[in-house]
C-alpha cells in the first residue's frame, strides 16, 4: 500500500503545475487525504486537504484562491492544481492519507498516518 506523488518540476513565476497522487494497493477514494510541502531548512506545512468523499476541503491562508485540491475517487487520484505560482512556492510537496475513519480533514500532520515520497516544485523569478 503507497501513495505516489508525480507532477513537480522547474516552472517560471505565474506558470500553473497539477500534482498528483496516485494510491496503489489499497482504495483511499473516500478518506481524508492532504497535500504538505517542505522547504529546505523548513518544517512539513500543511498545503490543502480534502474530507471524506470529497465532502469538504481546507486550504492554508498562502494558497487560497490560487491552488485547488480535488480527487477521483474512481482513480483513487488526488489532484493539486496549482495556479500563479510564486518563486515562494518552492518546495517538495508530500500527499498524504488519514485512514482513521474521520470526515472532516485536518491540518495536522500528525492526523496522516501514510505518506507519499515528495514532488519537488521549483519556481524561478
Known amino acids: 500500500v503507497q501513495l505516489q506523488a508525480s507532477g513537480g518540476g522547474l516552472v517560471q513565476a505565474g506558470s500553473f503545475l497539477r500534482l498528483s497522487c496516485a494510491a496503489s494497493?489499497?482504495?483511499?477514494?473516500?478518506?481524508?487525504m492532504a497535500w504538505f510541502r517542505q522547504a529546505p531548512g523548513k518544517e512539513r506545512e500543511f498545503v490543502a486537504a480534502?474530507?471524506?468523499?470529497?465532502?469538504?476541503?481546507i486550504y492554508s491562508d498562502f494558497v487560497k484562491g490560487r491552488f485547488s485540491i480535488s480527487r477521483d475517487m474512481h482513480l483513487s487520484t488526488m489532484y493539486l492544481q496549482m495556479t500563479s505560482l510564486k518563486p515562494e512556492h518552492t518546495a517538495a510537496y508530500f500527499c498524504?492519507?488519514?485512514?482513521?475513519?474521520?470526515?472532516?480533514?485536518?491540518?495536522?500532520?500528525?492526523?496522516?498516518?501514510?505518506w507519499g515520497q515528495g514532488t519537488q516544485v521549483t519556481v524561478s523569478s
Open positions: 498524504a492519507v488519514d485512514r482513521s475513519l474521520k470526515y472532516d480533514p485536518s491540518s495536522r500532520p500528525t492526523s496522516y498516518d501514510l
Open positions: 494497493g489499497g482504495s483511499f477514494g473516500a478518506y481524508p
Open positions: 480534502i474530507g471524506y468523499s470529497n465532502r469538504k476541503t
